[in-house]
C-alpha cells in the first residue's frame, strides 16, 4: 500500500502514441477511408426512420403481458390499441346513424390487421355511448405482437378518420399515439439540424480560437451521427427500436463526439504552446487527451449497458445504440481527428471572428481565469464550500423522495394535436372507468360456483364499482377511473393478493403499469450495483486511487439525485415551468425517463471527472504540491468542461424544445445534469474533497501500479 504520489507513465510509448503514429504516416488514406464510410453509412441510415417502431416503453413480461395476449386470441378487445370517436348530428340512436354505425362496424372489421372490434353498434354495450348521445365509440384490436399491433393501430387510426356518410371520425389509443410521435420525432430532428449544428460551431470557435479548429469538432461529430442512424437501421434487424431512439441517440452521438475532439484539441494546441512540432503535439495529445476519451467512452457504454438486462424493450434499445455510438465518437475521435489535424499542419488557426475580443482579453491575461480563481478560494477554504455545494444538491434532491411514475400516453403530445383532442373528448363524454376495466382472466376455467365465489370476493374490494363474468372466462373490475392513478395501482396488487380458484393472470393498463414498475424495482438495484462496480474498477485503473474512484462514484450519486429532485419538481409537481416552455405537469413522471436519464447523467459526469482527475494527477506527478495541482487543474479544465458541457447542453435544450413531453424532459433533465456536473460538482466539490483528503487521495492497494502498466492503462 502506497500514500506517495503516482508513478509518472512512460512517455515514450503506449498503444494511443502507436495509433497516433500509425495515423500520422498515413493520414490522408485514413481521411479517405473514413469519407468513404461516412458516404456509405449515411446512405445506409436513410431508411432508418421508416423502420423504427412504436410502443415499447412497457415490460415485456408480467401478469399483464400474459392476460392481454390471452384476450387477444380467445376474440376479446381488452387493451385496446385504437379508440375511434364517432360522432353524429342527429343521435347515435337515429335510424341513420345506427344504420351508417353498422356499416362503419363492418368496414372497420374487414380492415387488414383487425382482430377484434367491439362497437357500440348494432348492439354493443351502453358505456360505448356517449351521456349527450351524439357519439359512440369503437374499441379496436388490432393482429401482432406489441409493435406489430400498434403500428397497424396508427396506420387504421389515419385511414379511418375522417367523413364517412353522416359520420365524423377521429382516432386516439396507442396506435394513433405513437403514429403522431414518430412525426414529431422528423420535425424535432429537422429543427435539431436547423439550430443544433450552428450554436455548437459557435461554441467551439468561441473556445478553440478559430473557425478552422472548430469546424474539426463538427466533421467528426457529423461522421457520429451518421454512424448512430446506420446503426439504429442495423439494430431494427434483431430488435424493436422505439422512434424515440433517433432524436437521443444521435443527439448523444454528435454531442459526444465533439465534446471528445474538444478534449483532444485542447491538449494539441497546448502542446503548441509549449513549442512542440506538430506532429509529437498530435501523439501526445492522443496519448493524454485520448486516454481519457478511451476511458469515458468505456463509461458511458458501460453505464448504458447495464440497461440490456431490464426486460423494457425502449430501454434495451437505446442501450444497445448508445454503447455502439459511444464507442464509434471515441473511435472517429482517435483517429479521424488526428488525421485531420496532421494534413491542416498551420493552418489550425486561420479565420478566428473573435480575434478582435481575444486581443483585448490576451492584454489582462495577468489575471487567472475564473476556474483558477474559484479553485483557489475553494483550496483555502475547503470545509465551507463542500458543505454550501452539497447543500444546494440536497435541496434539490428533496422533491424526489415522492416521484411517481406513468406510461406513455396521448399526454406526450401537444393539447393541440388531434391525438389528444380525441382522448379528452372520450375523457369528458364517457365514463373512463367503464372504458378501461382491470381485467382479470381464469385461464385454468374454473367451475360456475367458484368462479362467481371469487367475483363476489373481487366485488368487496375497495374501490371496486362492479365484477362483470364475460363468456369465455374473464372477469372485467370497474374500478377508479383514471387506470394510473394510485387507486388503480393499488387495486391491481389487492385484487391478486385475492385467493384465485387456480391461475389468475390480472391485466389492464393499471397492471401493465404495475408490472413494469416491478421490473425496475427488482431489476435496477442489481444492474446498479454491477455498473457501480464496473465504474469503480475503471476509475481505480485510470487515477490509481481507491479515494478518488470512491469519491467520484459518491459525488455523482450526489448529483444525479439532485436531477432527479428537479424533475419531479417541475415535470411531476408543476413548479417553475417556465423554465422548460410551461411544459405540463400531470402529477407523474414517465415511467422509463428517469432511469435513461440517470443512467446516462451517470456515465456523462464520470467522463468529465476523468479529464479534471487527469491533469490534476499530471501536475501533481510534475510538482508533488497538492493545493497547486487542484488549482491548476481546475483553472485549466475549467473553462473547456463548460465549453464541453454547453455543447451537449445546447444539443439538448435544442431538443428540450420539442413539442413531445418525453423530448422535453429528456433533453431539459440531462442538460441540467451536465451543467450541475460542469460547475458545482467540478468546478467546488472536487476541489473541495480533494484538498479535504490531502496526499491519501493517492493511496493505492500494492502493485496497482504494475498491473496498470501491464494492461497499458496509465
Known sequence: MSLARPAAPDAGGGLLARLAAAVLARPRAVLALAAL??????????GAHDRLALGGNSASTGDAVRADRWLGDHGAVGDAQ???LVATPDGVDSAASRQAGAAFTRLVAGQPGVRTVLSYWPSGPAA????????????????????RSTESAARLGRSLSGRHGPLSVSATGTGPNYGDVMDQVGRDTRRAELFGSP????????????LVAGLLPVAVGALAAAGTMAVLRLLTGVMAVSVLSENLTTTLGFGLAVDYCLFVVHRYREELAGGADPHPAVVTAIRTAGRTVVFSALTVALCSAGLLLVPVPFLRAMAATVVVVVLLAAAAALTVLPALLAVLGGHLDRLDPFAAVR????RGAARPGFWHRLATRVVRHPLPWCLGAGLLLLALAVPAGHFRTALSDYRVLPASAPVSVTARAIGAGFDPAELAPTSVVLPDAPARDALAGYAARLARLPGVTRVDTVPGGWLSVVGPADSQSPEAERLVRLIRAVPAPGTALVGGRAAELVDTQQVLTDRLPWVALVVVLAMGGLLLLFSGSVLIAVKALLLSALSLTAVLGAMVAVFQDG??????????????????????????AF?????????????????FRRTDDLARSITSGIGSTGGLISSAAAVVAVLLVVLAASELSLNRMFGAALALALLLDATVVRGVLVPAVMRLSGRANWWAPAGLGRLQQRLAVD
Open 199 to 210: 450554436l455548437t460551431l459557435l461554441i467551439l470557435v468561441a473556445a478553440l480560437g478559430s
Open 128 to 147: 360505448l355511448r356517449s351521456t349527450d348521445g351524439r357519439s359512440a365509440l369503437l374499441l379496436v384490436r388490432t393482429a401482432g405482437d406489441a409493435v
Open 82 to 84: 385504437l379508440e375511434l
Open 359 to 362: 486581443r483585448r482579453l490576451r
Open 37 to 46: 464510410l461516412t458516404v456509405l453509412t449515411g446512405v445506409f441510415g436513410l
Open 575 to 600: 413548479h417553475a415551468r417556465w423554465l422548460v416552455g410551461g411544459a405540463p405537469s400531470y402529477g407523474q413522471l414517465e415511467v422509463t425517463t428517469p432511469v435513461l436519464v440517470l443512467f446516462l
Open 603 to 619: 456515465g456523462l459526469s464520470i467522463d468529465y471527472e476523468l479529464f479534471v482527475i487527469s491533469r490534476i494527477r499530471e501536475e
